[in-house]
């Protein structure tokens, strides 16, 4: 079974190290901070074999060369973006896996916020780290694709089995929770799950990891398929622009 260390870092990222206690490997996802990463395996008496990268930016793959020095692990990246992945090892993108001792991670190509964005799907552990593709209440911004393929991304993750744990890179839920409800006002679930944010918030505590079924009844950006969204939107029928029209209303916010 596998492990999950999380950890908050820089100033809005989780740091996730998955480590499989059967065979002692440790996969660090992604890498915004090596003094961290490197200080938290320590703590857990762990040592990173892997570095599991969703895509290019600083943010996720900044750290991979200190952390390479500093273990020699075997880094793993997005085909599509391999070129911008510090020190990579192995490339891989939809159709590939990857495996953590006798855990494998199924690669999802799930490209928008960069055109080589990946994503990690372990189906045993009903886990998946979505990088910034979708965040709790959100997803990431469309900075490299378009609203299409941004929104088949988006398609994919949402065909996952619905108890799957999202563990996106970023604590940004508050705000994505304000947004949220001027979106669909009048969705009970998006009220309930607001105001647990607020409370969990207030609380100190992270709302990350996600549950997959819980974004689907609440997460704007994933609900662009419904008609009463479309409609409201001005897009009926039109799932692709009612989703460019729901984030260019958010990168407005
Ligand atoms: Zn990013
Ligand atoms: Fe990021």
């Not at 206690?21 to 762990?46: C, H, M, N, S, V």
């Amino acid at each position: 079974m596998l492990q999950i260390h999380q950890f908050p870092c820089l100033s809005d990222n989780y740091g996730f190290l998955a480590h499989d206690p059967a065979i002692g490997e440790t996969a660090a996802i992604d890498t915004p901070d090596a003094t961290e990463y490197l200080a938290q395996a320590k703590k857990q008496g762990w040592t990173i074999t892997q570095i599991w990268n969703t895509h290019w930016h600083p943010d996720h793959a900044g750290g991979n060369q200190a952390i390479k020095d500093a273990t020699g692990c075997k880094i793993i990246g997005p085909r599509n973006e391999a070129d911008k992945i510090p020190a990579i090892d192995e490339a891989v993108g939809a159709g590939d896996s990857v495996n953590l001792g006798s855990i494998t991670a199924q690669i999802m190509d799930v490209p928008g916020h960069t055109l080589g964005h990946i994503a990690y799907h372990l189906p045993t552990e009903k886990t998946a780290f979505v990088g910034d593709a979708v965040f709790a209440l959100g997803c990431g911004r469309v900075f490299e694709g378009t609203p299409d393929m941004m929104w088949a991304s988006l398609s994919a993750l949402k065909a996952l089995p619905e108890d799957t744990a999202l563990y996106c890179a970023h604590e940004y839920t508050a705000a994505n929770a304000k947004f949220a409800i001027t979106i669909e006002p009048d969705n009970p679930d998006l009220q309930a799950y607001v105001d647990d944010i607020n409370t969990s918030r207030a609380a100190g505590k992270w709302t990350v990891p996600t549950l997959l079924s819980r974004e689907l009844a609440t997460n704007p950006f994933l609900r662009a398929n419904e008609a009463h969204l479309q409609a409201a939107m001005g897009h009926a029928g039109d799932a692709v622009a009612t989703f460019a029209e729901i984030r260019r209303r958010k990168d407005k916010f």
